[in-house]
């Protein structure tokens, strides 16, 4: 079994382990080679001669060469031995997204609804379709990373970016969850999308993926910051980036000034430069089918290289090298004691 299988081996996961594998080889040689351990030589002295078995003295090795064996055994199961190898190109589809959460005092505005019908606010439910999108760039739900680098920029009367592009969602999900609004801070009292635009871009431009998007979601006008939003679409376009853009807010009047002022134009206008799309989302769910769509339009497959498919073998090489150091410890103390 063990020939058998050292002939399929086609390598080792943990070649490393090889090395430990000489001195044991050279153990092995030496106990083969070396006189029995407890073997009294005498010149003279019948009594003494008769106490070696003339021809069997080599029984004496058994104990030790097979220690060693059993060793050099379980020194290559740790090596990992893999067998039937076979290659496999891996290809994934990837990009580098910024996404753009307006963090206004508009945003607490309570004109979606859950469920039940009872009023959460635009921001709760902007977190929940952002989380989903992220979600969603996992090859497992239990993964902590994705293969999109994903950042997250927040703005209001200014923009800052919260998380930078990283492949770590356990952080973006962290990040937005903590988001939050302070009404009477002057921080949250504006809307500046212009700002939103060049920051994200800006970092995009260090990247040196192929696929670069924006995904800016808004619920109001442009009334900050020195970037004119529509400049900065021109921008993105002379840079390859596709700015997605989504308005957000319950059409119907509300108690927090009616119905959202967004500015639908400029929000089209911005998604048609950079050859993108415009969203508008009045309640979670066509909030989370646009996060959702953008997903499945902006992908781009690269080949992630060569990798192999292989069975592990390591597992008859470590029952019978611990056998075999059973053995030798049992034959030992059975029949092979050494005489003092």
């Given at each position: 079994m063990i020939f058998k299988t050292l002939l399929d081996i086609d390598g080792f996961k943990n070649?490393?382990?090889?090395?430990?594998?000489?001195?044991?080889?050279?153990?092995?040689?030496?106990e083969w080679v070396?006189?029995?351990?407890?073997v009294v030589t005498v010149s003279t002295g019948e009594a003494l001669a008769d106490m070696r078995a003339s021809g069997l003295e080599w029984l004496r090795k058994i104990p030790p060469v097979l220690r060693a064996l059993g060793l050099l055994l379980?020194?290559?199961?740790?090596?990992?031995?893999?067998?039937g190898m076979k290659p496999r190109i891996e290809n994934a589809e990837v990009r580098d997204i910024m996404l753009a959460v307006d963090l206004s005092g508009s945003m607490t505005a309570n004109d979606f609804r859950d469920e039940r019908g009872s009023p959460i606010n635009r921001l709760f439910v902007t977190q929940l379709a952002?989380?989903?999108?992220?979600?969603?760039r996992k090859a497992e739900e239990s993964a902590k990373f994705g293969l999109d680098r994903v950042g997250l920029l927040y703005y209001a009367s200014y923009a800052w970016i919260?998380?930078?592009?990283t492949l770590d969602y356990s952080l973006l999900e962290h990040d937005l969850s903590i988001a939050e609004i302070d009404l009477n801070s002057d921080k949250h009292n504006q809307t500046a999308i212009g700002s939103a635009l060049g920051l994200a871009l800006s970092n995009l431009l260090k990247s040196e993926a192929e696929s670069k998007v924006i995904v800016l979601l808004t619920d109001g006008i442009n009334n900050a910051g020195q970037l004119d939003p529509i400049t900065a679409a021109n921008?993105?376009?002379?840079?390859?980036?596709?700015?997605?853009?989504?308005?957000?807010?319950?059409?119907?009047?509300?108690r927090f000034g009616g119905q959202s002022p967004i500015d639908e134009?400029?929000?089209?206008?911005i998604a048609d430069i950079t050859g993108a799309k415009y969203y508008r989302a009045t309640d979670l769910e066509t909030l989370s089918e646009a996060y959702r769509e953008i997903n499945e339009l902006e992908t781009t497959e690269i080949e992630l290289g060569e990798s192999y498919d292989f069975d592990e073998a390591?597992?008859?090489f470590a029952l019978v090298g611990g056998f075999c150091v059973l053995v030798s410890i049992f034959s030992r103390r059975k029949w092979f004691e050494a005489v003092p």
């Amino acid at each position: 079994m063990i020939f058998k299988t050292l002939l399929d081996i086609d390598g080792f996961k943990n070649p490393i382990f090889l090395w430990v594998s000489i001195p044991i080889v050279l153990l092995l040689i030496a106990e083969w080679v070396a006189r029995p351990h407890g073997v009294v030589t005498v010149s003279t002295g019948e009594a003494l001669a008769d106490m070696r078995a003339s021809g069997l003295e080599w029984l004496r090795k058994i104990p030790p060469v097979l220690r060693a064996l059993g060793l050099l055994l379980l020194v290559i199961a740790l090596a990992r031995p893999m067998s039937g190898m076979k290659p496999r190109i891996e290809n994934a589809e990837v990009r580098d997204i910024m996404l753009a959460v307006d963090l206004s005092g508009s945003m607490t505005a309570n004109d979606f609804r859950d469920e039940r019908g009872s009023p959460i606010n635009r921001l709760f439910v902007t977190q929940l379709a952002v989380l989903d999108f992220i979600q969603s760039r996992k090859a497992e739900e239990s993964a902590k990373f994705g293969l999109d680098r994903v950042g997250l920029l927040y703005y209001a009367s200014y923009a800052w970016i919260q998380t930078p592009l990283t492949l770590d969602y356990s952080l973006l999900e962290h990040d937005l969850s903590i988001a939050e609004i302070d009404l009477n801070s002057d921080k949250h009292n504006q809307t500046a999308i212009g700002s939103a635009l060049g920051l994200a871009l800006s970092n995009l431009l260090k990247s040196e993926a192929e696929s670069k998007v924006i995904v800016l979601l808004t619920d109001g006008i442009n009334n900050a910051g020195q970037l004119d939003p529509i400049t900065a679409a021109n921008l993105a376009k002379d840079y390859g980036v596709r700015v997605y853009t989504i308005g957000a807010g319950a059409v119907e009047g509300n108690r927090f000034g009616g119905q959202s002022p967004i500015d639908e134009k400029a929000m089209q206008e911005i998604a048609d430069i950079t050859g993108a799309k415009y969203y508008r989302a009045t309640d979670l769910e066509t909030l989370s089918e646009a996060y959702r769509e953008i997903n499945e339009l902006e992908t781009t497959e690269i080949e992630l290289g060569e990798s192999y498919d292989f069975d592990e073998a390591f597992m008859p090489f470590a029952l019978v090298g611990g056998f075999c150091v059973l053995v030798s410890i049992f034959s030992r103390r059975k029949w092979f004691e050494a005489v003092p």
